[in-house]
Nanobody, 128 residues
Framework: QVQLVESGGGLVQAGGSLRLSCAASGSIVSINAMGWYRQAPGKQRELVAAITSGGNTNYADSVKGRFTISRDNAKNTVNLQMNSLKPEDTAVYYC??????????????????????WGQGTLVTISS
């Protein structure tokens, strides 16, 4: 019903920059929060940055001042600009979106539900 496709991962040297992009498609009524998570080898998945439909943002302390999240509500896309990258930023980065979809529809009633959608992940590797 809903697909999130990420792009932009790769290998860069410490101090470099990368820009991740994620596009949502499918039977979307609207999207609430969108965000980026990451999971390093042997560690739990953690929130990197999130943004509401109104543009309010939230960042992990470890990336504040270095990463910037943005979104285009009309295109259902979210981006993550990553600057001053460090080796500890190495991880698989996942796009996430809280998507409102139509759960059921009759002649008189439409019922909605919220779906927690995830992308397939994109690998970011920072060399020292």
């Amino acid at each position: 019903q809903v697909q999130l496709v990420e792009s932009g991962g790769g290998l860069v040297q410490a101090g470099g920059s990368l820009r991740l992009s994620c596009a949502a498609s499918g039977s979307i009524v609207s999207i609430n929060a969108m965000g980026w998570y990451r999971q390093a080898p042997g560690k739990q998945r953690e929130l990197v940055a999130a943004i509401t439909s109104g543009g309010n943002t939230n960042y992990a302390d470890s990336v504040k001042g270095r990463f910037t999240i943005s979104r285009d509500n009309a295109k259902n896309t979210v981006n993550l600009q990553m600057n001053s990258l460090k080796p500890e930023d190495t991880a698989v980065y996942y796009c996430n979106a809280e998507v409102k979809i139509t759960a059921a529809q009759t002649k008189d009633v439409i019922t909605f539900r919220t779906l927690d959608a995830w992308g397939q992940g994109t690998l970011v590797t920072i060399s020292s």
